[in-house]
């Protein structure tokens, strides 16, 4: 018995010698949460699944190579909230995530959201990317906490109106927009450029982002026979909109927008309407044929995520590679030490070669302009 009780013991004490060993292997491998968050409820929620897909798809990548920062090999975790296009629900989210302690964010589809929640992440000293909230009220402030990595509306807004006068040689265009701060931001550049350049606005009128029905709207317009409407809003209303243009006989008539509808879901929404082959829209960035890691990453992308691409989710990719090449540069992934090094960026991303401003904005960023041929997006050379 005695000799029995002794090897029980001696078998308890190996037994916890193993559970200690391995609580100090777990102990070496750093924990580092990276979060995101979007709109993966509601009407926009194929926009806000794929931004979130690219940002864990770079978190997945990271992990499946190792990675060492500091000395310490580090495990990324990936933390996804939801905040239904709603800004009050966003920044909910992102207290949350503060609470949370994330390292970073690579975050929101819409600037409504995005501009609010640009406030938490700033107080709480945690910087947050964006690869598709495009109000340049966004980075307004100058906090060293709020990255963009696509162009802004500023540049999309006078994209559309220089192809407005010169390209379409347009002369009365018609303004609508959804009252977001992304809708008027859009449309409320392009107004203003399109009139400096000689184009006649013969109405401005509004809706909100969750209207379905335009036919008053429309038919006030067509009556002042514009040659194009130009609509600051998501696909969500865009697609109903053309729907009701073709009731109307508007078949002539141009539609221009920003990337809040430039999305190749926009054919389903609005069910292949004839007045689809009028939409010339605008997005920030280059094409996935033109970026300079598009195709190799596209292939992979569609093979971890089959049929969900639509447009962001290469920009949240880059997003969260920059945030671990800040971290990596800086020997942390404490905010406070490796912001710095954030501000420094000099990465050659899927996208583009990504460098920012002192305020957050990317240098030189890119823009594409895209009509739809036969329902599908095609770039325009």
Known sequence: MEISRKLFIAAVVAGMGSIGV???AFAQEQVIKIGHIGPVSGPQANMGKDDENGARMAVDELNAKGMEIGGKK???VFVAEDDGADPKQGTAASQKLCDEKIAGAVTFLNSGVAIPSSKVFHDCGIPMITGAATNPDLTKPGWDTTYRVIANDNALGAALADYTVKTAKLKTVAVVDDRTPYGQGIASVYKATVEKLGVKVVANEFTNDKATDFMAILTSI????????????????????????????????????????CIPDLANVAAQAKT?????????GST??????????????????????QVYSPYFYDGVMILADAMKRANSWDPKVYIPFLQKTDYQ???SKIRFESNGEMKDPTYTLSKFVDGKKTALD
């Open 74 to 76: 580090v495990k990324f």
């Open 222 to 261: 067509k009556a002042k026979k514009p040659d194009a409407i130009f609509y600051g809003g998501m696909y969500g209303q865009a697609g109903p909109m053309l729907r009701q243009m073709q009731q109307l006989g508007m078949n002539n008539v141009k539609v221009f927008g920003g990337d809040g509808l």
């Open 288 to 309: 996935i044929e033109k970026m300079p890691g598009g195709k190799d990453w596209k292939a992979r992308y569609d093979a971890k995520f089959p049929g969900q691409f």
């Open 276 to 284: 689809l082959a009028n939409v010339v829209c605008a997005d920030g």
């Open 22 to 24: 391995s609580t100090g």
């Open 349 to 351: 991303g899927v996208t």
